[in-house]
């Protein structure tokens, strides 16, 4: 069964584009990275799956059930973490928790503190009074406390430190262990390209790649770095040339033999050939 | 567990529910405290106020004897608790569901196994508990003061005048509630505004009786003091005309609640 499965969603607010005939499959298990930039469509999906929002045309199935007929259970099986935390003001992270807790019919009480432990929450504070970051801990705690299936992660690392995200990338991991699925929206590329097996690339509404981490990162190209002193000329095969502290560095692709030629001729000291980051991989999508 | 969001709403909702209760039980006190004194002159003020013409006829004075306590409550304690309780109430309606979206929490309500209709139903039984709640102690302290000053309690004058406000304050909370379903950035101007105009629709109405038509439109048509202490009943036609407002304006709430887009 698939975690996710959706048919040519779409939908616009009014003239505005949402997302546009967009099909995508995350399978139960999988930890899957969204990716695309601000105003992308990533946080339209979400909003559409967690039945926020109407599609304007096509399906949708999380969990094997329908986002529309069975929006109730879904939402039970579905952990979701907003991208921007924000609770009843005058409450405590105590009673919010509880009114999370109650809302899924559940006592999460021992989950709950062993998360807020782990991620160093104070229970008695009043949500309105903390940090961007402590309120994220919240929604985190939110998400997770009562075991769910699926998790939704939309850009779940602003506004926590770097301490806070390794925490909460080993819980997700534990998570994902233990065979939660894990639907990871971010335009942080190292998060994705870190924890991800699989991952897919949306643009002005349009998915446009989706394959996992390795294949997207494994296009034909290379990234090469040179030190010495090189004449080269960009082409087709030879693009995004730079020069940075006495190196010169571009990314290749094509067949690896003419290019070793064309450096056998030149003064070369050092010589790197390595794997573009996604980030590369992501501006060649963008650009293109 | 069952009734999780209704307990949230009163738990979010308390401190301003004592304020306007405690407001506007302690106007109600105040006035009925004043009647003794006021009693004696009384007299006088009858004969003023028939001579002010249309003045009196806007609210209602120009049937109602000053010289009794039941009139003077249905007049005084009637505009207090009217324009107060109508005010409540029309806000509780309005922020019902719009505040979420206002505030930004839908996100987080919204995202939890608990249906739409459920939402509106325990949202809409806490805008009406808080009424009701409302309208019980301030019944109760009006009683007390009453008594305290040894003026005889006329309990039928004095249930009908509060339930007909009870009733006026459920259909703006009702109206209201439909209104809130189709906001997106709160409209407390919205509620105040419709409370202040049903107020004056009365008062014109009362006034000409070109405009007798409008008591029809606004609840105030079936919370005349005058009326009630003359028929000692409420004026079931126009009550059953505002009812059938208030369910058109649930129904609202629900039909558009059911199918909207949160952003």
């Known amino acids: 069964m698939n975690a996710i499965q959706t048919l040519n969603l779409t939908k616009y607010y009014g003239k505005a584009r949402g997302i546009i005939d967009l099909t995508l499959t995350v399978k139960e298990g999988e930890f899957f990275g969204f990716i695309g930039p601000n105003g992308a469509g990533k946080s339209t999906t979400i909003r559409t799956l967690l039945g926020l929002i109407t599609p304007g045309s096509g399906s949708a199935q999380i969990l094997g059930m329908d986002i529309r007929k069975d929006r109730e259970k879904i939402l039970s099986k579905i952990g979701y973490l907003p991208s921007e935390a924000i609770f009843y003001s005058g409450t405590k992270v105590r009673e919010i928790l509880k009114l999370s807790a109650d809302l899924h019919k559940k006592d999460c009480t021992e989950e709950g503190a062993v998360l807020c432990d782990r991620l160093q929450l104070n229970l008695s504070r009043k949500v309105s009074e903390l940090s961007f970051g402590n309120r994220k801990k919240v929604a985190i705690v939110c998400a997770l406390q009562h075991n769910p299936e699926l998790l939704i992660l939309d850009e779940p690392t602003s506004g926590l430190d770097p301490l806070m995200q390794r925490e909460f990338f080993s819980i997700l991991k534990e998570r994902n262990n233990s065979g939660t699925t894990i639907f990871l929206s971010s335009h942080i590329l190292s998060e994705i390209q870190h924890n991800c097996t699989r991952a897919a690339i949306i643009r002005e509404g349009r998915m446009i790649a989706c394959d996992s981490v390795d294949a997207l990162s494994k296009t034909n190209a290379k990234r090469v770095t040179i030190h010495g002193n090189v004449q080269l000329h960009e082409s087709d095969m030879l693009r995004n040339m730079e020069e940075l502290n006495g190196a010169v560095s571009f990314l290749y692709s094509g067949d690896i033999k003419p290019l070793l030629k064309i450096l056998s001729e030149q003064d070369i000291t050092d010589l790197i050939i390595s794997e573009p980051d996604l980030e590369e991989i992501f501006m060649h999508y963008y650009e293109s | ?263």
């Open chain 2, 1 to 263: 567990m069952v009734m999780t969001l209704i307990k949230h709403e009163l738990r979010q909702g308390w401190k301003s529910l004592m304020i306007w209760t405690i407001s506007i039980g302690f106007f109600v006190a105040i006035c009925v405290f004043m009647y003794p004194e006021m009693g004696n002159e009384m007299e006088g003020v009858n004969d003023m106020f028939s001579s002010m013409g249309s003045f009196t006829a806007a609210f209602g004075m120009d049937r109602l004897n000053f010289g009794t306590l039941i009139g003077f409550y249905a007049i005084e304690c009637g505009n207090i608790l009217g324009i107060g309780g109508a005010f409540f109430a029309a806000l509780l309606g309005i922020s019902a569901l719009a505040k979420e979206e206002k505030e930004r929490t839908a996100e987080f309500l919204l995202t939890h196994p608990i249906s739409r209709v459920r939402i509106i139903t325990e949202k809409l039984a806490a805008v009406m508990l808080q009424i009701l709640i409302m309208n019980i102690v301030i019944f109760i302290l009006s009683i007390a003061s009453i008594a305290a000053i040894g003026e005889e309690i006329l309990w039928n004058e004095l249930c009908l005048l509060h339930l007909s406000y009870f009733f006026v304050q459920i259909e703006l909370s009702g109206i209201c509630f439909g209104i809130s379903a189709h906001l997106k950035h709160g409209g407390l101007g919205i509620g105040l505004g419709i409370a202040i105009v049903m107020y004056f629709l009365n008062i014109v109405a009362n006034i000409s009786e070109s405009a007798e038509f409008l008591k029809y439109i606004t609840p105030f048509g079936y919370a005349e003091g005058a009326d009630i202490l003359d028929k000692i009943s409420l004026d079931i036609g126009k009550l059953m005309l505002g009812m059938a407002f208030t369910v058109i304006g649930i129904a609202l709430a629900y039909w558009k609640y059911t199918r909207k887009d949160i952003q």
